[in-house]
């Protein structure tokens, strides 16, 4: 920190946490060097100081921090070679940056949290493709998303969560479905909203 001119010297130090340093200080153009070093601790601050377009050759970086700090920082254009990574929490991070025309290939993604994700952002009519997901959390998320009027397609889903957004949602209309429901709460959440008093008008 006090001699980064220093830096550049120190970048092929044997010992990795002297190289380490030195990545964080050293000159940028030097940096391409240290891509491929044995050390993830180095590969994973030469990540955080290359510029986005510079961080493809990092994509497939054998430990998983060093491809989190790339999914972060990669410009979300280039994100498509990173959707299948072989771990969900980089997924995940693909699944909240990537452009939305390009998002609905993620939602067949085997883990649960990424599909979330994915239902969170996914614009019409693509979200239809996560109203049938096996999660309940997934379609509770698209529950949230859907436009209010199309939401009596999921009034009669079978977790009680998705049903209780939908009556916390869906246009008055469609709430005669839910009347009579099985779970309390939703019942309850349909009464309330049906209950909510017209505006008086003193004459």
Do not use: C
């Amino acid at each position: 920190r006090w001699h980064p001119e220093l830096a550049d010297q120190q970048l092929e130090h044997p010992y990795f946490e002297v190289r380490a340093i030195a990545a964080r200080h050293a000159s940028v153009f030097r940096l391409n060097g240290l891509m491929n070093d044995p050390d993830e601790t180095v590969r994973l601050q030469v990540a955080a100081r290359l510029s986005p377009s510079q961080l493809e050759r990092l994509m497939h970086d054998p430990h998983r921090e060093v491809r989190l700090r790339v999914a972060q920082r990669i410009d979300p254009m280039r994100l498509a070679g990173m959707r299948q990574d072989g771990d969900y929490g980089v997924r995940e991070i693909v699944a909240q940056r990537r452009p939305l025309a390009l998002l609905a290939t993620m939602a067949y993604d085997p883990e649960r949290s990424v599909r979330e994700i994915v239902a969170r952002r996914l614009p019409m009519p693509a979200l239809f493709i996560l109203a049938g997901d096996p999660e309940p959390e997934v379609r509770r998320a698209v529950a949230e998303s859907l436009p209010e009027v199309l939401l009596g397609r999921m009034a009669d889903d079978p977790d009680w969560r998705v049903r209780w957004e939908v009556a916390r949602r869906a246009p008055l209309a469609l709430l005669g479905a839910l009347r009579e429901d099985t779970d309390s709460e939703v019942r309850q959440m349909v009464r309330d909203r049906l209950a909510v008093p017209k505006e008086s008008h003193h004459g």
